[in-house]
Each structure stands twice: as structure tokens, then as C-alpha cells.
């Protein structure tokens, strides 16, 4: 939550796709309408297509691409250096376990300050992943001190600061 009450972004967008969710499976992209629902998160919005090998960002939202200077719609996922090969590594958790994860990190140089991924899967008819829905925040976009790391969807819930 922001100093105000309101929850952030990031916050914003799991509530979305948790209401999403029907008896605990995460929905099929045919469920989810951001553009419409949550029209003020579509800039932060990239949505990856599950390969057979890998990744492909089906769209990368404005803010995305302008962060961090470059389009993403219609390419892979590439495991050419050690941040694409952890982020690879992510979204594989995503897919296999699927549960969400948060993943703050610092931006790589000449970049500076900090990004937030929020990663989502949504399922086929058999409850397959099939798509990753990532929230992509940067700086100002979530609340300060926020560790480098992931957290389960139980800590997403809890906020971390209740007891299990």
C-alpha cells in the first residue's frame, strides 16, 4: 500500500488477476481483459507466449519499451547473457509451478534504480501454462527498500509481514 492507502500498482494488478483465478487455478487469457479492467496498468503490461522453446513477448507496454529503450513485441525471450538467462530461468518457475512471482532487481548499466516484475501464468483448458502476464514496474512504481529476490504467491498474500 501507498502512504495514501491505495494500493500500488503492482498490488493492483495481482488483486486483478487473483479475482481472475477460479478454485485456486490461475484463468486462461480469454478471462482477462486489461485494456478495459485495469486500463491504467496497460503501459506496465508484456504478455510472453510459451514456446516449446522458450519465450516470445506477445506485447510489451509503452512504458516498457521506453524504460528500456527498445520494442519487445514479437521477440524471444534469448539467454545471451546472465540477466536473460535468469530471467529465462523465472519465467520457466512460472510456467512450471504455476504461481506468481515478484522479482525486484536493479536496472543493468548504464540504467539506473530499480525494477519490479510481477509474473502471472495463465492456463489452457487443461490447466497448462500457456501465457505469462508480467507487470513490469520501475522506481517510483513500488513502495521503497523492497528486497532484491522473489516471493511466493503465499508471501504475495501475506504481504510478507504476517505469520504463516
Known sequence: ?????????WEQLFQYWLSKCVDGCPPARADLDPMIEIPHLAAHLMILDVLADGYRYRLAGSDIGNRLGTELTGTQVRRTTEAESKWHDLLDAVKH????????????????????????????????????????FFGKDFRPGM????????????DGDDPP
Do not use: N
Not at 147 to 158: I, Q
Open 97 to 136: 509451478e504455476r504461481k506468481p512471482l515478484v522479482v525486484t532487481t536493479e536496472m543493468p548499466p548504464p540504467l539506473t534504480g530499480k525494477r519490479m516484475g510481477l509474473l502471472l501464468p495463465l492456463v489452457d483448458r487443461s490447466g497448462k501454462t500457456e501465457q505469462i502476464l508480467a507487470g513490469i
Open 147 to 158: 528486497s532484491v529476490g522473489t516471493l511466493a504467491v503465499r508471501d504475495l498474500m501475506t
Open 1 to 9: 500500500m501507498t502512504a495514501a492507502g491505495k494500493p500500488e500498482s
